[in-house]
């Protein structure tokens, strides 16, 4: 990465800032790990995590730290917005309350994903909210954050290899496709600073790729324009948006869970078929023995 001097590890958030400022907005499930995520890339506990016995993110909030080559960098953190538990209202106000912190533009959206839960219609229909809200063009600026790389490596697995091998969800692929293959694996609770630092220089050298791709311009829209203009029905246009995808969300796993409850029935009636043809299987497997030994006997006598 950029930088004429080599910085150390505990002295990196003490070097001199540049005007070089970007935001980036952690978007993720409740237990995905955003708050340990924001933690590491800060390089030190700011942001409340499940781990905390503070509990979880319950607003979105702003920490901002100096990199060891100058930049500066603005992390907000947010809590479940498109989690189910979450009110419409509750939502439309804290993705507000975002923007106001991102004033000047979002330069990366950081999606947190965990390897320790499966990729859920919720998570996907989080992704389409996101799309909804802020336009399609968002997904340019998306980056994906899978936490919990503490599992893989005890596990001996890798994260392209194994989680997104042959067995992965087509659904996950293809959101990493729209994200142009850009993700990260993160061990939050490693102990390795050396290995903390790599990690979020991976990550700054995507967020870098984003910003170069997007012509140096933070992502900002209607919503971004409305907020400046004081716009007294944003929160209500946003809070229906909100309503929308979290109804859809709550359709579609229903007839995910229809569907996979189908699969189960159709899966247990194979069975019990395949055991019933077994069985018949076996009983005339007996009485062609009983015939044979029949047949056998009249011979001898």
Wanted: hydrophobic letters at 35%.
């Amino acid at each position: 990465m950029g930088g004429s001097s080599v910085v150390s590890v505990d002295d990196w958030e003490f070097a001199s800032p540049s005007n070089n400022v970007k935001t980036l907005v952690l978007f993720g499930r409740t237990g995905n790990g955003k708050s340990a995520t924001g933690n590491t890339i800060i390089g030190k506990k700011v942001f409340k995590s499940k781990t905390s016995s503070s509990g979880v993110t319950a607003s979105c909030e702003m920490q901002t730290a100096v990199m060891y080559d100058g930049q500066v960098i603005n992390v907000i953190d947010s809590p479940g917005l498109f989690d189910l538990s979450a009110k419409s209202e509750f939502v439309g106000k804290e993705i507000l309350k975002c923007i106001g912190l991102a004033k000047d533009g979002i330069h990366a959206i950081i999606v947190v994903l965990s390897i320790k839960t499966r990729f859920s219609v919720e998570e996907e229909n989080a992704f389409r909210s996101l799309q909804t809200l802020f336009g399609s063009k968002i997904v340019d600026y998306m980056i994906v954050v899978f936490t919990n790389g503490d599992t893989l490596e005890n596990d001996g697995l890798t994260l392209d290899d194994d989680y997104l091998g042959p067995e992965c969800p087509e659904s996950l692929k293809a959101i990493i496709s729209l994200c142009d293959n850009r993700y990260v694996l993160f061990n939050n609770i490693t102990k390795d600073k050396e290995k903390k630092f790599e990690q979020v220089q991976q990550l700054l050298s995507l967020v870098n790729q984003v910003v170069s791709k997007n012509g140096g311009r933070p992502y900002t829209d209607e919503l971004f324009t409305k907020f400046e203009e004081g716009d007294i029905g944003l929160l209500k246009q946003i809070t229906a948006m909100v309503d929308t995808k979290l109804k859809e969300t709550t359709i579609r796993l229903e007839q995910r869970l229809a569907q996979e409850q189908e699969a189960r029935l159709d899966a247990e009636k194979r069975s019990n078929d395949e055991i019933e043809k077994l069985r018949k299987d076996l009983e005339q497997a007996h009485a062609e023995l009983g015939r044979r030994a029949a047949k056998f006997g009249c011979s001898i006598l």
